[in-house]
């Protein structure tokens, strides 16, 4: 595990009944739970991916964050430890870069990446349920084989529908990045 960043700021209090307070809470219990201390930094971060609804790069999530939260490193390594404890998935995408989405629950999450702007768009909840228990279905045949720690991670690269209400209507939310 990564060490944590010392504060000698008051941590804010997470008795607020808002998503996102009651997603940070969740956060903060696994973290808790995991032996991390929760601090300044990593609710900052936290609060910075569950604001997000779909995927970031560790430059844009330091980018949301005020001057004063952390530097770009204290970013690198709390995602690092958020990934290893699941908190936070990683996505790949077509050039290269890496993305980052808060993943509280085990809903996995499949996008598809517009291959002309970038723009990414979360796969519908029926496309989406539909691939995870294909995916579960190869995942139990490989562990029947003997393989361990079976895991899968898939995107999709298509040109996105050249009129916005084709992808209205196939509810596709695309957000370009850069």
């Given at each position: 595990?990564?060490?944590?960043t010392q504060?000698?700021?008051?941590l804010p209090?997470?008795n607020d009944?808002s998503?996102?307070a009651?997603?940070?809470?969740?956060?903060?219990?696994?973290?808790?739970?995991?032996g991390?201390r929760?601090?300044?930094?990593?609710i900052?971060?936290l609060?910075a991916?569950?604001?997000?609804?779909?995927?970031?790069s560790i430059?844009?999530?330091?980018?949301?964050?005020s001057?004063?939260?952390?530097d770009l490193?204290?970013?690198?390594?709390?995602?690092a430890?958020?990934?290893?404890?699941?908190?936070?998935?990683r996505?790949?995408?077509?050039?290269g870069?890496?993305?980052?989405?808060i993943a509280?629950?085990?809903?996995?999450?499949?996008?598809?990446?517009?291959?002309?702007?970038?723009a990414?768009?979360?796969?519908?909840?029926?496309?989406a349920?539909?691939?995870?228990e294909?995916?579960?279905e190869?995942?139990?045949?490989?562990i029947?084989?003997?393989y361990?720690?079976?895991?899968h991670?898939?995107?999709?690269?298509?040109?996105?529908?050249?009129?916005?209400?084709?992808?209205?209507?196939?509810g596709?939310?695309?957000?370009?990045?850069?």
């Amino acid at each position: 595990m990564i060490a944590s960043t010392q504060t000698n700021h008051p941590l804010p209090q997470l008795n607020d009944e808002s998503p996102t307070a009651a997603a940070l809470q969740i956060a903060c219990n696994r973290l808790k739970s995991a032996g991390l201390r929760i601090t300044q930094p990593r609710i900052a971060i936290l609060e910075a991916l569950i604001k997000r609804a779909l995927p970031a790069s560790i430059e844009q999530i330091h980018a949301e964050l005020s001057n004063t939260a952390c530097d770009l490193v204290t970013v690198y390594r709390c995602l690092a430890a958020f990934e290893e404890l699941g908190l936070v998935r990683r996505c790949f995408f077509h050039n290269g870069t890496s993305l980052y989405q808060i993943a509280l629950d085990d809903a996995p999450a499949y996008h598809v990446v517009d291959k002309a702007s970038n723009a990414v768009g979360e796969l519908d909840s029926d496309l989406a349920i539909e691939l995870s228990e294909a995916m579960q279905e190869i995942e139990k045949k490989l562990i029947a084989r003997g393989y361990t720690n079976v895991s899968h991670m898939v995107e999709f690269f298509a040109r996105a529908p050249k009129h916005p209400i084709d992808r209205v209507q196939h509810g596709s939310v695309m957000a370009e990045i850069r």
